[in-house]
């Protein structure tokens, strides 16, 4: 059974551009819930997506956002990046919305230039 | 705010030698999980508690859950060099909309020969 797939693993972006991240969930999990990973801020809670609606929402700005997809595929977009956004992107599914057990995929590693 | 403190935050130990790492928080979780991560990829899930006072053994590794749902440990035996890496605790709170996972600061364990 495949895990949690993340693309890309790693990217370069510059200060001002935008960005897009994928995810596919483990087949049969319909929750993808996305995290930011920072030396300084720990993991930190973006969002969670179950059945393409937003469930949760983290403490993050507009700029940070997502979707998921009717196959449970979920993207999340970063516009006008800054500095700041460096970060490990991680994005975690499980069986349902309410599922507290969540699988991680490798992440995406964007830094800002 | 961090809802949930590690301790410690950074240990190195002797191969053979016993430790255990806390976790703490003033607010009452639903369940609680334990992950492990390495550098460059996501946290992998170790062990989910749900009943206050619940103890769950993983070989080597012994995780509680306080009884009041608010704190947990985990006690390792005998470490090895393999079980280096960054232990995150997480805690779930289930909100109306669904799961919204809390993670520690995290403990950052270090097993030399």
């Known amino acids: 059974k495949a895990g949690v797939t993340q693309t890309p693993r790693y990217l370069i972006k510059t200060r001002g551009q935008q960005v897009t991240l994928s995810c596919s969930p483990i087949s049969g999990h319909r929750s993808v819930s996305w995290y930011q990973q920072t030396p300084g801020q720990g993991l930190q809670f973006l969002f969670e997506?179950?059945?393409?609606?937003?469930?949760n929402k983290g403490n993050f700005p507009g700029r940070f956002s997502g979707r998921q997809f009717s196959n449970s595929r979920s993207e999340m977009n970063v516009s006008t990046l800054e500095l700041g956004d460096s970060a490990l992107y991680l994005c975690?599914?499980?069986?349902?919305?309410?599922?507290?057990?969540?699988?991680f995929g490798q992440g995406t590693r964007l830094t800002v230039v | 705010t961090q809802l949930l403190e590690q301790s410690p935050q950074f240990l190195s130990i002797q191969e053979g030698e016993n430790l255990t790492v806390y976790c703490n928080s003033s607010?009452?979780?639903?369940?609680l999980q334990w992950y492990r991560q390495e550098p460059g990829e996501g946290p992998v899930l170790l062990v989910t508690?749900?009943?206050?006072?619940e103890v769950k053994k993983l070989k080597r590794l012994t995780f509680q859950f306080g009884d009041a749902r608010k704190d947990s440990s985990l006690h390792i035996t005998a470490a090895q060099p393999g079980d280096t890496g960054l232990y995150l605790c997480?805690?779930?709170?289930?909100?109306?909309?669904?799961?919204?996972?809390?993670f520690g600061t995290g403990t950052q364990l270090k097993v030399e020969l």
């Open positions: 997506y179950f059945s393409e609606t937003q469930r």
């Open positions: 975690a599914s499980s069986l349902w919305d309410r599922d507290t057990e969540a699988f």
């Open positions: 997480a805690g779930s709170i289930l909100t109306g909309g669904g799961n919204k996972l809390t």
């Open positions: 607010s009452v979780f639903s369940s």
């Open positions: 508690v749900v009943t206050g006072g």
